[in-house]
């Protein structure tokens, strides 16, 4: 039996910038046979280089242990993903309860998966708008879009070639494109995969960006970026929690990493990064509808992002009310984290803010059509929803707004019988808008009689 620490894998994290131009896309490449294995300083620095140059703020490395031998936070993940999926908290998103022919749970391991992975590139892409959060005061009747959400980008023939403080239009911009995650951080990956073949040969691999069987943030903490925070997110000290996470899983057996001095170059070498939460619960005492039911373990079923990304037809009544004014997706247990106080800002090019979507106006959700939608979230992970699902989001905020100005609207879809999602939405809006207006009524004195005076 080897010890534990046989198995600790090569956890220096390059702390990054994005480079300052939007990078050709990459083109899928697989090649089946192994290579030898590499040098190690070689493959650290080069990982981290071609991380670097591909736009991500962080980078690291984490070993795919065999089963039953690798450290106790991956031999842990089988077991609770397992009985994750068994207690029913992935909800209806079926893709993560995919089994192999031995019935075994392909996202509890990567060795069930891609039985010839070995190794994970973990590279994150910091997405920090530094705008304002969903709990600071907003102007009345804006709903909230999460900030995953507001990225852009724009073209270069855009800007005209000119930097924008020469240009005679610089104070209205045109409105960024719409850039979405997955495929940002997607063809950054396969540059990479692409420029370590050049260096390295060939050999077995795949990029991925939420969709492929990988525990993204388990493989993250194991390549030292950060730890796992109660509110299930992956922390990293200096950057906070708002990064996206990409993974290049390959069959190279990269080797472990040595203890060795940190410079001012590589942050966290020679350990995991321990658990900074200490004794805080910000995050679970702040989810509106008590999703993190224990620490780092979350119900889908009850989670605002679940319910106004994924879920599909009507939303549990009784998780309604608490919803709020969210949209599309939840930051909350992330905005109350300690460590997102002084995240640095995203100054990535291709994660830019898209300014209108900050606050939006409930109003002008509610009057786009598929025209509308399109022109606006094609590209961006909005497009999720379909604008059925959007509208249905909006008219539960609308609800919950306590602004009857909305009736008219809310009617209007209640009537509707071609979405009978929206107008059962629509319904309840309408009714919790009548019951707060009620019990407004009730609570107002009644003006004194003439008589009286
Ligand atoms: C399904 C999914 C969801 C689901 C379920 C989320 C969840 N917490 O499981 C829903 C739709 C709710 C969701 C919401 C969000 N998601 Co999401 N989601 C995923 C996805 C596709 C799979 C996650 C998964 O397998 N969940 C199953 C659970 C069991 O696994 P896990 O959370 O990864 O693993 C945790 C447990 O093992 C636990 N754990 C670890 N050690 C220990 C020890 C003990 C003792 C215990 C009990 C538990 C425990 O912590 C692990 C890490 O979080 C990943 C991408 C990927 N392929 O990994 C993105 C991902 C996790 N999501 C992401 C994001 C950005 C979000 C949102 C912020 C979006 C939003 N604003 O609305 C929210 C955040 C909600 C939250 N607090 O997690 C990012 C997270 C980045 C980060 N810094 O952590 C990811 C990695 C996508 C990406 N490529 O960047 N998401
Ligand atoms: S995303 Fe929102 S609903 Fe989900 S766990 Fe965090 S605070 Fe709770
Ligand atoms: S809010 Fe507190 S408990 Fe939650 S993730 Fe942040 S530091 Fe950890």
Redesign the pocket.
């Known amino acids: 039996m080897r010890a534990l620490s046989d198995f600790t894998v090569t956890r220096k994290v390059k702390m990054i910038e994005p480079p300052a131009r939007r990078g050709q896309r990459g083109i899928e490449s697989m090649e089946t046979s192994r290579t030898a294995v590499p040098q190690r300083e070689g493959v650290e620095e080069t990982v981290a280089r071609l991380a670097r140059e591909a736009g991500f703020s962080l980078s690291g490395i984490a070993a795919v242990p065999e089963p039953g031998e690798g450290p106790a936070?991956l031999e842990?993940?089988a077991a609770?993903?397992s009985e994750?999926v068994e207690e029913g908290?992935?909800a209806e998103?079926e893709y993560?309860k995919r089994r192999d022919e031995e019935n075994r749970l392909l996202?509890s391991s990567l060795r069930v998966a891609l039985p010839w992975a070995r190794s994970v590139i973990v590279c994150?892409a910091n997405y920090n708008a530094g705008r304002a959060k969903s709990m600071d005061p907003s102007s009345e009747g804006s709903g909230w879009i999460?900030?995953?959400a507001w990225t852009g980008y724009r073209k270069e023939e855009e800007r005209g070639g000119l930097p924008d403080s020469h240009r005679m239009d610089a104070a209205a911009p045109e409105p960024l494109r719409p850039s979405d995650?997955h495929t940002v951080?997607l063809a950054r990956l396969k540059r990479m995969e692409i420029a370590l073949k050049e260096s390295m040969g060939p050999f077995e691999s795949r990029s991925?960006?939420?969709?492929?069987p990988?525990?993204?943030?388990?493989y993250?903490?194991q390549a030292g970026l950060g730890w796992?925070g109660k509110?299930?997110?992956?922390?990293n000290q200096e950057m906070g929690?708002?990064?996206?996470?990409?993974v290049i899983v390959t069959a190279l057996e990269l080797p472990p990493s040595r203890a060795s001095i940190p410079n001012g170059d590589w942050f966290d070498q020679n350990h995991l990064a321990p658990d900074r939460c200490g004794s805080c619960t910000r995050?679970i005492d702040a989810c509106p509808t008590g999703?993190?039911v224990?620490?780092?373990?979350?119900d889908?079923r009850l989670?605002?992002?679940?319910l106004t990304?994924?879920k599909r037809g009507g939303i549990p009544e009784p998780l309604r009310a608490q919803i709020g004014r969210q949209v599309f997706?939840?930051?909350i247990?992330?905005e109350v984290c300690p460590w997102n106080r002084k995240a640095p800002r995203s100054t990535d090019p291709e994660l830019a803010l898209r300014e209108e979507l900050v606050n939006p106006a409930l109003e002008w959700l509610a009057e786009l059509d598929a025209e509308g939608f399109r022109r606006l979230f094609k590209y961006s992970p909005l497009s999720r929803t379909k604008l059925r699902g959007l509208l249905r989001n909006v008219a539960i905020a609308m609800g919950n707004s306590g602004l009857r100005r909305y009736l008219p609207r809310l009617e209007k879809w209640a009537a509707d019988d071609s979405d009978p999602v929206l107008a059962e939405a629509a319904q309840w809006a309408i009714g919790r808008l009548r019951e707060a207006s009620e019990a407004i009524t009730e609570l107002t004195p009644e003006p004194a009689s003439p008589q009286a005076y």
């Open positions: 936070a842990g993940f609770r993903f994750w908290c992935a998103m993560l996202r994150a999460s900030r995953y995650y951080l991925y960006v939420d969709t492929g990988v525990a993204e943030r388990v993250a903490r796992t509110n299930t997110c992956l922390i929690s708002w990064l996206f996470l990409g995050c999703a993190l224990a620490p780092r373990q979350l889908a989670c605002i992002s679940y990304i994924e997706g939840c930051d247990c992330q």
